[in-house]
Structures are given as structure tokens and as C-alpha cells.
């Protein structure tokens, strides 16, 4: 199997405004050839796209707009796991050999009527997100007893790391009481821990050996992957426990031929503030009944191994773009060149997104030696 770098990305500024989804994915595939060394549109092997949006044949479209005449083009949607699943695509496309070079990019708008589970009769009325995210809530707090102020601290680190990330659609700090005393959504939910659906875009550069000193000189490897879909319908067991991302990180780590105790740094889907708290233990980076500690060290010590650009909460949610941004932090950061974000000597990189209250997950691990 042939190995897949990472050889540019980049990320455009998320908000509130109505740009046209073309605009959005024309403007970060532009930013991605102007930034990226030696790139020209007839390298590109095949042109992805990401996103919920209802338009259909974007990724031909995207590429005519931007000269590109690709072998292969077609979009990805998978809610708010669509970038990620648009990578896995592209490595797949590159390890089997069908192309050298692949463009993914993603893009949403703030008010997609794509973003609504219409389908799933299991969620009954309660179809919008904030339900499933109070179910969760409050399961963690029954089983291991997770206080409000707990789960403000993830928010709180969120949200400071935001700041120091221009692209960031929320970048304000908030005190901890502020987010204990924002709006109550429902019995065990505040309107500050809760990501926002935002409009933005991102692309990223996905090569094969041969080619990755051509593009960078820094290139970083995808080494891991773990997929799972344990359902579309809201139905879980364990609501303290995201399965699908479980399992999901072990495939991701025995790829990778390591162990969770190498990850440096991750960016992973804190929808709500407790999912944080839920995939730091479903991967390992915390015990079972312990993420609440290991997120209160990260903001009592500034340290920023976990959200660096600031999660979903503090970065914002334009679905067909947060994973493909994931990816793209993670990659700067093992470059070094995450600036203010950046971690110290970060050399192994994770990115975990999932869909639909965790019922579709993907797990990537990305290194920075290519051994």
C-alpha cells in the first residue's frame, strides 16, 4: 500500500454570512494553490468535495471554476463526519494507486436545511442536536457525577483557544460562571456548551510518497485510520459512551502500530461540551470517569494539547468543513507553524470527528516522521 502525505491545506474564515457554497469551496482551493509550493491544476488526480449542502455536482463544478480536469470528482456527505470521510476517500484513492495527487475540500452554510435528521423517527420530536446532547449530559452526570462546573471548563479552554485562532468564528473568552450562567436550553443544557453551525470552508493536499517533497518540505504522513457506523438511528445503551469512536480508535491505532499515550495532540468533535468529556476516554486519552480532571489540568495549566484552534465550540461547526480543518490544524501543529497555538515538539497528531450523536465515527492518526 502506497503511503499518503499531507502536503498542503488551509482553512478560510468561519462566520455568519450567506456566501454561495461554490464561492466557499472556489476560495479555499484558490488559498490552497497560492500557499502551496509548485502545485498546478493538472496535478490534481481527483477533486473531493465535503459538504451537506442540497446543490448537487459540486465537485465538477469546483473543478471547472478552478481550471482543474481531474480523473475523479465527487462529493461526500456524512454530516458532520463528511470531511473527515472525504479524506479516508482520498487516501484510499492514492494507497490503491488510482491517483498521485487529490484535492479535498469542504465547505458549509450557516443555515443548511441538510443539517436536519428528519428520517430518524428514534429521536421522536426532539430531532434537533441539543436533545441528544442533553441526554448525554445527563448521563454523565448520573454515572460519574460531572458537576456544571466541570463541564464549563471545557468550554472555557475552548473558547480561550480560540483566540489565538484568526479564523475562529467565536474567538471570545468567557469565565467560567459566564458559561455556568448562559442561557438554559433544556434541564442540563447551556447555550455555552453548545458548538455553533457556522459558514466556512477548508482544503487540503493529499499526495503520494513520490510526489510529497515536490509540495512541502515538511510533509506529514497519515500512518492511521479507524471507521465505524454502529447506526443512523438514535439508539444507544450506554449514553455516557460514544461506541462507534471506540472502536473506531483502536482500528486507527493498531494501523499506526501505537498506543494513546504517543498522541501529542488532538482535535476531536466537542459538538457539546460533554462530548469532549465522552471521546477523551472512548480514545483513551483519560480514564472511564476521569476526562472531567484531565480537562480542568488543561485550563488551569494553559495547555493545549487537546482543541488547539478551539474545538467545534470555539472555532466553530460548518459540518462539511470541520473535518477537513481538523486535519489541517493537526498537520500545522506537527509542522510547527500552529504560532500562538502552537504545542511544544508535537510529533504525533489525532483527529477524531463523528456524525449524528456519535453514531458514525472516524479515527486518524497522523505523524510527522515518515519512518
Given at each position: 500500500?502506497?503511503r499518503?502525505a499531507?502536503?498542503g491545506?488551509?482553512t478560510?474564515?468561519?462566520s455568519q454570512?450567506?456566501?454561495?457554497i461554490?464561492?466557499?469551496?472556489v476560495?479555499?482551493?484558490?488559498q490552497?494553490f497560492?500557499?502551496t509550493k ?5 496535478d ?6 465535503s459538504t451537506n449542502?442540497n ?7 469546483l473543478?471547472e471554476?478552478?481550471?482543474i480536469?481531474?480523473?475523479i470528482?465527487h462529493s461526500?456527505?456524512?454530516?458532520c463526519?463528511?470531511?473527515t ?6 487516501f484510499?484513492?492514492?494507497a ?8 479535498v ?11 436536519v435528521?428528519e428520517?430518524?423517527m428514534?429521536?421522536?420530536?426532539f430531532q ?6 442533553t ?14 462546573e466541570?463541564?464549563a471548563?471545557?468550554?472555557a479552554?475552548?473558547?480561550r483557544?480560540?483566540q489565538?485562532?484568526?479564523?475562529a468564528?467565536?474567538?471570545k473568552?468567557?469565565?467560567?460562571q ?12 447551556r447555550?455555552?456548551h453548545?458548538?455553533r453551525?457556522c459558514?466556512g470552508?477548508?482544503?487540503v493536499?493529499l499526495?503520494?510518497e513520490?510526489?510529497?517533497k ?14 465505524k457506523?454502529t ?5 444507544k445503551?450506554d ?6 469512536t471506540?472502536?473506531?480508535?483502536v482500528?486507527a491505532?493498531?494501523m499506526?502500530e501505537i ?9 476531536i468533535h466537542?459538538?457539546?461540551s460533554v462530548?469532549?468529556l465522552?471521546?477523551?476516554e ?5 480514564q472511564k470517569g ?10 488551569h495549566?494553559?495547555d493545549?494539547k487537546i482543541?488547539?484552534r ?10 462539511g468543513a470541520?473535518g ?5 490544524e ?11 497555538r ?16 456519535g ?13
Open positions: 500500500m502506497m499518503v499531507i502536503a491545506y488551509c478560510t474564515r468561519f454570512d450567506n456566501t454561495p461554490e464561492n466557499l469551496l476560495s479555499a482551493t484558490k490552497l497560492e500557499i509548485n502545485l498546478k491544476q493538472k490534481i488526480d481527483a477533486v473531493l468535495v449542502n446543490k448537487k455536482y459540486l465537485a465538477p463544478i473543478s471554476m478552478t481550471g480536469t481531474p480523473k470528482s461526500v456527505e456524512n454530516m463526519n463528511s470531511g470521510n472525504a479524506i479516508v476517500s482520498g484510499s484513492y492514492i490503491s494507486g488510482m491517483a498521485d495527487a487529490v484535492l475540500a469542504g465547505a458549509e452554510q450557516a443555515e443548511n436545511s441538510g443539517q435528521l428520517w430518524d428514534s429521536r421522536g420530536e434537533h442536536p441539543i436533545f441528544w446532547g441526554m448525554f449530559t445527563k448521563a454523565h452526570k448520573r454515572k460519574f457525577g460531572t458537576t456544571d466541570q463541564l471548563h471545557v468550554s479552554t475552548n473558547h483557544n480560540a489565538d485562532n484568526p479564523n468564528f467565536n474567538p473568552n468567557y469565565s467560567l459566564e458559561i455556568i450562567d448562559s442561557k438554559k436550553l433544556t434541564e442540563d443544557l447555550l455555552l453548545c458548538s453551525s459558514t470552508s477548508a482544503a493536499l499526495v503520494s513520490k510526489l510529497a515536490k509540495y512541502t518540505d515538511t510533509p506529514v504522513w497519515i500512518e492511521g485510520i479507524g471507521q457506523t447506526s443512523a438511528s438514535f439508539t445503551n449514553l455516557t459512551q460514544i461506541q462507534s471506540l472502536e473506531a480508535s482500528q491505532y493498531n499506526a498506543n494513546p499515550k504517543k498522541i501529542d495532540v488532538a482535535e466537542d459538538a457539546f462530548c469532549q465522552m471521546v477523551l472512548d480514545l483513551g486519552l483519560a476521569k476526562s472531567s480532571e484531565m480537562v480542568m489540568d488543561l485550563y495549566t494553559g493545549r482543541n488547539p478551539g474545538g467545534l465550540i470555539g472555532a466553530g461547526h460548518p459540518l470541520t477537513i480543518a481538523q486535519i489541517a493537526v498537520a500545522s501543529q506537527l509542522q510547527g507553524t500552529a504560532q500562538k502552537q504545542v511544544p515538539n508535537a510529533k504525533t497528531g489525532l483527529v477524531q470527528n463523528m456524525s449524528a450523536a453514531t458514525s465515527s472516524t479515527v486518524m492518526e497522523i505523524g510527522r516522521a515518515h519512518v
